[in-house]
């Protein structure tokens, strides 16, 4: 495994450019998409639970056949509909009126001006905004994710934040030329008190360029995007920021997931595919780490794993996590595999001497039992 000398927690690097590294835990796999389901029980800072991996906000584009509906099914949407953060159709109303006010779980927003046509932007698209800051909120680039001003040129999908996140969502029920305000609840603002504030912005959607859909996407276009919010997730994770790049490895992995390696990838990508579906899932799984979410530790991990048995990381995290639970049959199995892989790892001996301990403390208690039993 390949640690650094100075960093022995493999939990502590990313699959991709740095020491691979990556954990995965077991949840309930999608039966279509094959993606393991993910943080189930995260609380982002909006307060509002999150199965991060397959959440309609940023996973599917609904309008653009998204791999993965609300409920982790495979679906794919022909048409323009978009799903809002709850899983329903976020397209506004056949007639937007000034005046009209949508709500919607984490953001409200009010028509000032209705726009022109059918379409509306979604994930990876382009678009040309002026967005003004109504309030007295004083916000950093960091906190925004985007800019502020007059054209303003945003890619939705690209603002790592909880803002941006909202914006992406606001931008993705507009019509051309329309204008509205939207208020946002967010809890980073005031962290040492936890009371949210209330951001509120004025958007208008001058333009924007028409995106190609995702499942008309060529498979070498599906695996250039999946790379990219591959390796912005791997920035990301290295900054702390688990939440968003955790969303920006599900990105990665709904573009993979739609690629069938039997029917559509050319014979000369079929390892960079693989790999990289492997680190996604590894990925994945290092996020959940973070937050002790063992059990869909042992699921990405086993994803990983199916596509590459020999990955040292994916078998170190996923032994970490049978260890958790005291599976330590399924434990040792793991680890001893990774020390004969790499018999010098630190990291692997110190879990396996972990391992002998819990061991022990296993067989004692099942030989106090026994006495107990027969005495």
Partial sequence: MDVDAEEEDPCQFMDGEMAEESMATDVPTYPDCDLASPLTGFLPKDGI?????????????????????????????????????????????????????????????????????????????????????????????????????????????????????????????????????????INSLNDQTGVCDTCSFRIHLMSFQESVLSWQLLPEEKISRAAHHKEKGTVLFQLGNIEFAFRRFSKALKYLVCCHPQDCIPEHLLETYCKLKCQCYSNLAACQMKLNMFSEVVQNCSKAIEIEPKNVKALYRRGQAYLFFNDTDSARSDLEMVASLEPQNKAVLQLLGQLQVKQRQVDSKMASGLSKMFS
Wanted: hydrophobic letters at 35%.
């Fill in 49 to 185: 639970s999150v199965a991060m991996a397959t959440e309609n906000r940023d996973m599917s584009e609904a309008s653009d056949g998204g791999c993965v509906n609300g409920n982790g099914s495979s679906v794919l949407h022909p048409d323009n509909s978009h799903n809002d953060v709850n899983g329903f159709s976020a397209v506004p109303p056949a007639v937007c009126l000034p005046g009209t006010v949508r709500n919607y779980q984490t953001f409200s927003k009010l028509i000032l001006s209705p726009g022109t046509g059918l379409l509306v932007p979604k994930d990876g698209t382009l678009c040309n905004v002026n967005i003004v800051v109504l309030n007295s909120c004083i916000l950093t680039t960091e906190q925004l994710g985007y800019g502020i001003g007059d054209n303003i040129v945003i890619m939705v999908g690209e603002g790592d934040t909880d803002i941006a996140r909202q914006l992406d969502l606001c931008l993705q029920t507009m019509k051309e030329g329309e204008v509205c305000d939207i208020q946002i609840q």
